[in-house]
Protein backbone atom coordinates (compact mmCIF):
# COMPACT_ATOMS: atom_id res chain seq x y z
CA UNK A 1 0.00 0.00 0.00
CA UNK A 2 1.38 3.66 -0.79
CA UNK A 3 2.03 5.98 1.91
CA UNK A 4 3.30 9.37 2.38
CA UNK A 5 4.48 10.99 5.12
CA UNK A 6 5.04 14.38 5.76
CA UNK A 7 6.82 16.18 8.48
CA UNK A 8 8.62 19.50 9.12
CA UNK A 9 5.65 21.62 9.79
CA UNK A 10 5.76 24.15 12.31
CA UNK A 11 5.66 27.78 13.01
CA UNK A 12 8.43 30.41 12.24
CA UNK A 13 8.65 34.50 11.75
CA UNK A 14 8.66 35.90 8.56
CA UNK A 15 12.23 35.67 6.98
CA UNK A 16 13.02 31.96 8.40
CA UNK A 17 13.33 28.46 7.00
CA UNK A 18 11.65 25.22 7.38
CA UNK A 19 12.50 22.31 6.01
CA UNK A 20 9.58 19.63 5.09
CA UNK A 21 10.53 16.04 4.74
CA UNK A 22 8.19 13.50 2.62
CA UNK A 23 8.76 10.04 3.55
CA UNK A 24 7.38 7.00 1.01
CA UNK A 25 6.74 3.71 1.57
CA UNK A 26 5.32 1.15 -0.63
CA UNK A 27 6.14 1.69 -4.11
CA UNK A 28 9.33 2.28 -6.26
CA UNK A 29 10.04 6.15 -5.22
CA UNK A 30 12.17 6.67 -8.05
CA UNK A 31 9.86 5.95 -10.56
CA UNK A 32 7.32 8.76 -9.95
CA UNK A 33 6.76 12.08 -10.39
CA UNK A 34 6.33 14.23 -7.15
CA UNK A 35 5.45 17.09 -5.71
CA UNK A 36 4.33 20.05 -3.00
CA UNK A 37 1.40 21.35 -2.86
CA UNK A 38 -0.53 23.54 -0.12
CA UNK A 39 -3.80 24.99 0.56
CA UNK A 40 -4.53 27.88 2.58
CA UNK A 41 -7.81 27.79 5.02
CA UNK A 42 -11.17 29.57 2.13
CA UNK A 43 -8.59 29.22 -0.87
CA UNK A 44 -7.47 26.31 -3.68
CA UNK A 45 -5.14 23.80 -3.45
CA UNK A 46 -2.25 25.33 -5.34
CA UNK A 47 0.96 23.15 -6.68
CA UNK A 48 3.98 25.02 -5.08
CA UNK A 49 7.06 22.67 -6.37
CA UNK A 50 7.65 19.05 -8.54
CA UNK A 51 10.41 17.27 -9.52
CA UNK A 52 10.62 14.26 -12.26
CA UNK A 53 12.70 11.53 -11.85
CA UNK A 54 15.43 12.80 -13.65
CA UNK A 55 15.58 15.65 -11.28
CA UNK A 56 14.08 18.23 -13.41
CA UNK A 57 12.66 20.81 -11.10
CA UNK A 58 9.51 23.35 -11.25
CA UNK A 59 8.16 26.13 -9.43
CA UNK A 60 5.17 28.03 -9.08
CA UNK A 61 6.33 31.68 -9.62
CA UNK A 62 5.55 32.70 -5.59
CA UNK A 63 7.95 30.26 -4.49
CA UNK A 64 10.52 30.74 -6.94
CA UNK A 65 14.15 32.28 -5.13
CA UNK A 66 13.06 31.23 -2.28
CA UNK A 67 11.92 27.04 -2.06
CA UNK A 68 13.91 24.55 -3.28
CA UNK A 69 12.79 20.62 -4.28
CA UNK A 70 14.74 17.94 -3.90
CA UNK A 71 14.58 14.17 -3.47
CA UNK A 72 17.09 11.47 -1.98
CA UNK A 73 16.01 8.29 -4.02
CA UNK A 74 17.76 6.10 -1.77
CA UNK A 75 15.96 7.33 1.36
CA UNK A 76 12.61 7.33 -0.72
CA UNK A 77 12.21 10.80 0.58
CA UNK A 78 11.24 14.02 -0.88
CA UNK A 79 12.34 17.25 0.78
CA UNK A 80 11.24 21.15 0.27
CA UNK A 81 13.62 23.95 1.72
CA UNK A 82 11.56 26.90 2.62
CA UNK A 83 13.76 30.05 2.72
CA UNK A 84 12.43 33.50 3.73
CA UNK A 85 9.02 32.53 4.29
CA UNK A 86 6.51 35.21 4.07
CA UNK A 87 3.11 35.16 5.86
CA UNK A 88 0.98 34.26 3.05
CA UNK A 89 2.76 30.70 2.48
CA UNK A 90 0.83 29.74 5.38
CA UNK A 91 -0.91 26.82 4.53
CA UNK A 92 -0.84 23.39 4.88
CA UNK A 93 1.43 21.35 3.02
CA UNK A 94 0.92 18.34 1.17
CA UNK A 95 3.31 16.11 -1.00
CA UNK A 96 1.91 13.72 -3.74
CA UNK A 97 3.03 11.60 -5.75
CA UNK A 98 2.24 10.91 -9.75
CA UNK A 99 3.25 8.31 -12.73
CA UNK A 100 6.52 9.27 -14.42
CA UNK A 101 4.74 10.41 -18.06
CA UNK A 102 3.86 13.43 -16.16
CA UNK A 103 6.91 15.22 -15.07
CA UNK A 104 7.28 17.98 -12.53
CA UNK A 105 3.29 19.00 -12.75
CA UNK A 106 2.28 21.68 -10.74
CA UNK A 107 -1.44 20.27 -11.67
CA UNK A 108 -2.68 18.37 -9.00
CA UNK A 109 -5.24 16.22 -10.92
CA UNK A 110 -1.97 14.58 -12.50
CA UNK A 111 -1.14 12.75 -8.90
CA UNK A 112 -2.14 9.60 -7.68
CA UNK A 113 -1.42 9.45 -4.29
CA UNK A 114 -1.25 11.77 -1.40
CA UNK A 115 -0.24 12.57 2.38
CA UNK A 116 -1.99 13.83 4.91
CA UNK A 117 -0.40 16.90 5.45
CA UNK A 118 2.21 19.22 7.86
CA UNK A 119 0.63 22.72 8.77
CA UNK A 120 3.31 25.80 8.59
CA UNK A 121 2.34 28.86 9.93
CA UNK A 122 4.33 32.36 8.89
CA UNK A 123 3.98 34.93 11.42
CA UNK A 124 4.80 38.78 11.11
Known amino acids: QVQLVESGGGSVQAGGSLRLSCAAS????????MGWFRQAPGKEREGVAA???????NYADSVKGRFTISKDDAKNTLYLQMNSLKPEDTAMYYC??????????????????WGQGTQVTVSS
Open 26 to 33: GYTYSRYS
Open 96 to 113: AAGPVWVGPTLQGYEYYY
Open 51 to 57: IDRDGGT
